[in-house]
């Protein structure tokens, strides 16, 4: 049980595109979700915190028009990186929860390369 | 403030000896306390969680960990190493508290010399 998805598990796109990526709660229903950014042989950086049907809260220092985070349902949230550059390749982790202070479950992660 | 510290940002052990990786907190409250394990471009699976209940938490793939209070500690430790075991270890802090976010460790790369 628990179990979380990501897709795509790895994309390449073009400097200027934007970029979509998919975390859905496979067998339970997440009112909150995570989305993680980490840089090679670093730890997880919290981007954002989403409920469903409300605006995500964005953690300091992330852009949010520039990382545009949905949770439409109780089984998936979307970030989309709008106008890529290359300083954006990175790993991005997603996670969900039943409730904020609680266990989390991750998503395989997404590997964007930007060129 | 709550904070989570991996004392060891590398640890190198023999195959078929002990691991220990050493994790301290701090916390104001009650936390509930995890160890996340990553290969290599894998997202983070969990290997055990500690949430007020027994002290010593029995995890997935033969690891363990004891939470002493008293040292502000959830050090993870097996018995013995695998070739498989090499990865990187995140130890996680989620304060009690309906506010407060997960706290993640900087992590810790284990290393099996055959």
């Known amino acids: 049980g628990a179990v979380v998805s990501q897709h795509p598990s790895w994309v390449i796109c073009k400097s200027g595109t934007s970029v979509k990526i998919e975390c859905r709660s496979l067998d339970f229903q997440a009112t909150t979700m995570f989305w993680y950014r980490q840089f090679p042989k670093q730890s997880l950086m919290l981007m954002a915190t989403s409920n469903e049907g409300s605006k995500a809260t964005y953690e300091q220092g992330v852009e949010k028009d520039k990382f545009l985070i949905n949770h439409a349902s109780l089984t998936l949230s979307t970030l989309t990186v709008t106008s890529a550059h290359p300083e954006d390749s990175s790993f991005y982790i997603c996670?969900?929860?039943?409730?904020?202070?609680?266990?989390?479950?991750f998503g395989p992660g997404t590997r964007l390369t930007v060129t | 403030a709550q904070s989570v510290t991996q004392l060891d940002s590398h640890v190198s052990v023999s195959e078929g000896t002990p691991v220990l990786l050493r994790c301290n907190y701090s916390s104001s409250y009650s936390p509930s306390l995890f160890w996340y394990v990553q290969h290599p471009n894998k997202g983070l699976q969990l290997l055990l969680k500690?949430?007020?209940?027994?002290?010593l938490v029995k995890g997935i793939n033969g690891f363990e960990a004891e939470f002493k209070k008293s040292e502000t500690s959830f050090h993870l430790t097996k018995p013995s190493a695998h070739m498989s075991d090499a990865a990187e270890y995140f130890c996680?802090?989620?304060?009690?508290?309906?506010?407060?976010?997960?706290?993640f460790g900087s992590g810790t790369r284990l290393s099996i010399r055959p």
């Open positions: 996680v802090v989620i304060p009690y508290s309906s506010a407060s976010k997960i706290i």
């Open positions: 996670s969900a929860s039943t409730q904020v202070a609680y266990e989390q479950y």
């Open positions: 500690y949430t007020s209940a027994a002290t």
